[in-house]
């Protein structure tokens, strides 16, 4: 299964994959050829949640994506775009069963390849699976339960991989903790009550800093030097108290940070040198947002999805006029006449659910609609 097609994200781009029916000259058989390089599009046989791109630079264009089944019977497929046919396919031998629906999916952050080839996955337990050296199969690695004492544990929401020390991972937990791992001994660094009720995302933004986000409306970030205090970066306002469901921490400008309200079509970027007022609001969406990425490669642009299948690309560059001075950023001219527009928009065939801006070929995103995976070229 596989698939390609279509022009890749444009301002007022409405087209998912074009019709490519016989072409009626050769101009259009080579503007498709053209188009073909912009969109791949992967159809699965279910409904993709999870979803990621690999890190390393010996695996281009590689991602991984996990079913969204009632019950326990889930799956994980590793697919890869062939770049001599145009074609995503699957390979049955890195196709593996899951239990339940992986909340969330990354691969190890080693561009370099210096580590063995891992993909961890979140779901009642944090697992690490290993991809062999010769791609012919995927084995489970550890499973992480950070409840020794329990048979039961609190389902696991979200995670981050920490890229400046690979062996730490943060998981989030509707159990309202956030608990650091070190997958190489296999244990537990620290483990935080982080929230008063369900945490739904954590993000690293540096080697021992976090900051997650809950059902409690708040955005929180916590030192691992100081693990007794936490700061509250974000408050959610109207009403007070609305779930707080997704949170994204600039890589290149980490004073920055996303989150989006549950149920909410607007975005909020935050500036954590000046916390409760968000820096700007991105309001462009007809739906609820389910998903945002920050450029790996440019501190200002971010990417944002939603229920009303549009993926939009933002230029952020106004935000930090006023910072050389100090001062508390002033929303932008544009930004007090009714916001922000983006500088680029893709419509797809339905709700997107995932969105990820791979960090090793920066010009690409992956978004995840219904059973199918596109890879857009930005």
């Not at 994959?17 to 912009?38: C, F, I, L, N, V």
């Not at 580590?115 to 499973?143: G, H, N």
């Not at 800093?209 to 916590?222: E, K, L, N």
């Amino acid at each position: 299964m596989g698939g390609s097609g279509g022009g890749g994200m444009g301002v007022g781009d409405r087209g998912g994959t074009p019709d490519r029916g016989s072409s009626e000259a050769d101009g259009e058989e080579e503007q498709q050829k053209q188009q073909r390089s912009e969109i791949y599009t992967y159809e699965a046989p279910w409904h993709i949640y999870a979803m990621n791109w690999s890190v390393r630079r010996d695996k281009k264009y590689r991602l991984a994506i996990g079913s969204l089944l009632e019950g326990y019977g889930n799956r994980v497929e590793i697919v890869q775009l062939d770049e001599a046919t145009g074609e995503i396919r699957s390979d049955p031998a890195l196709s593996f069963e899951h239990p339940y629906p992986p909340t969330k999916a990354m691969f190890v952050p080693d561009r370099d390849c210096l580590r063995p080839d891992l993909l961890a996955t979140s779901a009642d337990f944090l697992r690490i699976w290993r991809v062999a050296d010769d791609s012919s199969r995927v084995e489970l690695r550890a499973l992480l339960n950070g409840k020794r004492n329990s048979e039961f544990c609190g389902p696991l929401t979200s995670f981050d991989w920490n890229e400046a020390e690979p062996r730490r991972i943060g998981t989030s937990s509707i159990d309202t903790t956030c608990t650091v791992w070190d997958i190489d001994r296999e244990a537990v660094d620290t483990q935080l009550i982080a929230h008063d009720k369900e945490v739904y995302d954590l993000a690293w933004g540096g080697v021992g800093v976090f900051a997650s986000v809950s059902a409690d409306g708040s955005v929180r970030v916590f030192d691992l030097r100081d693990k007794e205090h936490s700061t509250i970066i974000y408050e959610s306002a109207d009403p007070p108290g609305t779930p707080l469901v997704r949170l994204g921490w600039n890589k290149q400008d980490p004073r920055y940070m996303a989150t989006i309200i549950m149920d909410s079509a607007k975005v909020v970027v935050l500036d954590i040198r000046f916390p409760t007022l968000p820096v700007v609001e991105l309001h462009r969406h007809q739906a609820s947002v389910n998903a945002i990425a920050w450029a790996p490669h440019s501190s200002c642009h971010i990417c944002t999805a939603g229920d009303d299948s549009q993926a939009l690309i933002w230029d952020l560059s106004s935000m930090g006029s006023d910072q050389a001075s100090g001062h508390q950023p002033v929303a932008s001219a544009a930004t007090a006449e009714g916001g922000l527009d983006p500088i680029l928009a893709y419509t797809a065939g339905a709700e997107i659910e995932q969105l990820q801006w791979s960090s090793s070929q920066p010009d690409w995103v992956a978004i995840a609609f219904s059973t199918k995976l596109q890879i857009l070229r930005v």
